[in-house]
T-cell receptor, first 111, second 113 residues
Framework: GEDVEQSLFLSVREGDSSVINCTYTDSSSTYLYWYKQEPGAGLQLLTYIFSNMDMKQDQRLTVLLNKKDKHLSLRIADTQTGDSAIYFCAENFSGNTPLVFGKGTRLSVIA | DAGITQSPRHKVTETGTPVTLRCHQTENHRYMYWYRQDPGHGLRLIHYSYGVKDTDKGEVSDGYSVSRSKTEDFLLTLESATSSQTSVYFC????????????FGPGTRLLVL
């Protein structure tokens, strides 16, 4: 069955880089996503990557995908206090199929 | 903002009462989804719709029903609310052509006493 695993907590100092990790089990996953949730808010799509890509960069965000190990990571450069949130990794087979989510990683940024 | 609204945003109800949550979109997207978010579980799919009157069950569909009589509205009904259905409910839509991505509404916080 499908399963997405994430570590639950990460704490970093302001200005450092954050790396949030995710592993998934479904080798048929075609799309992998990162969402951000701030307290009391909905989920905000940060970025996504196709399974035929190894890396995607978008400003401070870098996504790395290791298909062999089914490992996905999100690197946030120059982490700011505004980056404090819960980050969810998610996967699906196509853009319209329902998402399977990890339990989320709570990122705390220390000033 | 992908033009998704949810109502109500907050609700307190009693065990055994029916509850209907509404998701409304403004742009006629075909696919809509209901997820629930609980501590320690992330988000889990309840039901989804791939068109008017076309719906399918998700991982945690027991105790829930849905209806989609028009493109813009997707309703989630708890026929007889239980305390285990206390949760935050999120609606999502799939947006895009060629590359579809899912966007989420602001959520409905439901407390069943």
């Amino acid at each position: 069955g499908e399963d997405v695993e994430q570590s639950l907590f990460l704490s970093v100092r302001e200005g450092d880089s954050s790396v949030i990790n995710c592993t998934y089990t479904d080798s048929s996953s075609t799309y992998l996503y990162w969402y951000k949730q701030e307290p009391g808010a909905g989920l905000q799509l940060l970025t996504y990557i196709f399974s035929n890509m190894d890396m995607k960069q978008d400003q401070r965000l870098t996504v790395l995908l290791n298909k062999k190990d089914k490992h996905l990571s999100l690197r946030i450069a120059d982490t700011q206090t505004g980056d404090s949130a819960i980050y969810f990794c998610a996967e699906n087979f196509s853009g319209n199929t329902p998402l399977v989510f990890g339990k989320g990683t709570r990122l705390s940024v220390i000033a | 903002d992908a033009g998704i609204t949810q109502s109500p945003r907050h609700k307190v109800t009693e065990t055994g009462t029916p509850v209907t949550l509404r998701c409304h979109q403004t742009e006629n997207h075909r696919y809509m989804y209901w997820y629930r978010q609980d501590p320690g579980h992330g988000l889990r799919l309840i039901h989804y719709s791939y068109g008017v009157k076309d719906t399918d069950k998700g991982e945690v569909s027991d105790g829930y029903s849905v209806s989609r009589s028009k493109t813009e509205d997707f309703l989630l009904t708890l026929e007889s609310a239980t305390s285990s259905q206390t949760s935050v409910y999120f609606c999502a839509i799939s947006v895009g052509q060629g590359v579809e991505t899912q966007y989420f509404g602001p959520g409905t916080r439901l407390l069943v006493l």
